[in-house]
Structure formats: structure tokens, C-alpha cells
């Protein structure tokens, strides 16, 4: 199954389609050689059928969007949801008005990924980022084989030297700053964050051969709301949704989970169901 919202980018239906073809055949009958006057009204009869059939495809898509993405959450994991949204403890970024700000979004997330904070989540959920990582052969020689990001995970995690920093810069002038570095013995792992802007300047690039310099092995991830593609091929898309799924997985897998986890957790879902994944609630719901 897809991952991200970018599987639905395509269209989903036929009449979708035609319904865009009518719409704009039907606007370039318009007479533009009048002033833009109201005096003028040409037949719409076509324009408002066509918007007609485009919106009930819309609301087609949109229902069958939730209900798969309800599925994919299970029953159990929709319950996990709706008891983190149910939870007293307010949206705290929408409080500070950062509901998408990147940065706050990143801080949020190193904090839930660093060891030292949450000690019960972070380690889930670290397994689960780093499985998304590819493990192939090594570039420079394809004949060589490569230790597998979770086993130089393990170690790391065992003697708690895990070390999640957040807006590391590559060089004195601070200019290149990788969001979120994971790093322990032979790995760093960057997650570039992104909500409402897009890369640039190759920073994916700049990041990857930065790492490859300082460490065995390397890898990224490129977060964003559909799970867009970085620019580095070495930086996995991995979309918002996608990050969901792999909290509420650590906070139903984990054996205990501290007041202080379950409040940031339930806090940022909130944050997530009023801004970036408006669809939370009706994932909850498994509408």
C-alpha cells in the first residue's frame, strides 16, 4: 500500500476528468471580448453542471481517502487516536501560533525521538524510522556489503550514546543546518523537515555528502505532509501520515509510557489534527 497522500495525486476517476474538461471548455466559451461587466451574463448552465459532477467527485475521492486511510489504522490503532485527542492536555504549538512552523514541528520531534527525554517512545520509534532506510550494497563497491542501520542501532541504544541534536550546523558560517541529526557509532541519520516550503539549494545533496564524510554509514529522511521526493536519493520521502502511524504504533507497543510522553504525544496529535493531518479526526472515527 502506498504511503503517503502522493498515491492519490492521480486521478482517481474517469469523470473526474471529463468533468475538468467541461469545466474549462465550458469558461473558454465565455465572450472575453466584453468589459468584465455585470451586464453581461453568459450561460453558466454548463459551467454549474460541470462544477456540479467535479465537486461530487471531489466529495468521491475525499470519502474514499478517509475510509482508506481509516483502514490502515485498524480498529485498535483509531482507539489509541481518539483517546490522545480525548485527553485534557491542550494544543500547545496552535496556543504559540506555530501550528505550522517547521521549527516548532522539528523540536516537537526531537524531543519524541531523543532517548534522553522519552525513554519509552523514542527507542520504538527510532527502530521504525531506521527500517525505513536502505540497507543495499555499498555504492563504491556494489560487491560490499554494508552493516544494516538497525543493527548499528541496537548498540548505540544499549549503551544509551544515541545522540538526536537539533539544527546542526554543517560549518562556522551556520548557513547549512540539517533539522534533525540522529547520530551514533558509524551512522548519522538527518531528517529534513518540511510543511509549507519546499528544499532548496540542494540541501538534501549538501546534507548527504557532508555525512558521507564523517561516517560509515549514512542516510536521510525527507518529511513532509504528502511525502514528497528530496532531491538526494539517499533521503527516504516519508510523509506525516506516515510519522502517525509510527507514534501511535511506539505508544501501543511501548509497556509503559511516562505522564510526560503521553501529554507531548496527545498535544502534538492535536497540533497535527488542526493543521497539517485535518484528517485525523476522521481517522479516529474510521470515517
Known sequence: METSFGAFAHDPTPRLTQALLALLHAGQRTDMSRPPAFAHVPDTSDFADSFGHLAG????????????????????????????????????????????????????????LDPNSAENLAPL????????????????????????????????????SVSVR???????????????????????????????SSEHEDQTITYATWMTTRASRSAG?????????ARSHTFVPISYLDLLEIVVAAIREANVVSVEERAVVSSYLKTLSSSVLRELNRIAKGA
Open 57 to 112: 467527485d471531489v466529495r468521491q475521492v475525499a470519502d474514499a481517502l478517509g475510509r482508506t486511510i481509516a483502514a490502515r489504522f485498524g480498529a485498535e490503532g483509531r482507539q489509541c487516536i481518539q483517546s490522545l485527542l480525548a485527553t485534557d492536555t491542550p494544543d500547545f504549538l496552535g496556543i504559540l501560533g506555530k501550528s505550522r512552523n517547521e521549527n516548532a514541528h522539528s523540536d516537537v520531534l526531537r524531543w519524541i
Open 221 to 229: 529522511l525527507f518529511l513532509s505532509p504528502t511525502g514528497g521526493l
Open 166 to 196: 537539533r539544527e546542526h550546523a554543517l560549518g562556522t558560517e551556520q548557513k547549512d543546518r540539517i533539522d534533525i541529526l540522529i547520530a551514533g557509532a558509524g551512522f548519522l541519520v538527518a531528517i529534513e523537515n518540511k510543511i509549507d
Open 125 to 160: 520509534m527510532l527502530r521504525a524510522l531506521f527500517a525505513r532506510l536502505p540497507d543495499d550494497e555499498s555504492e563504491a563497491d556494489p560487491t560490499v556489503a554494508r552493516t544494516p542501520f538497525g543493527a548499528l542501532l541496537e548498540p548505540a541504544l544499549a549503551s544509551r
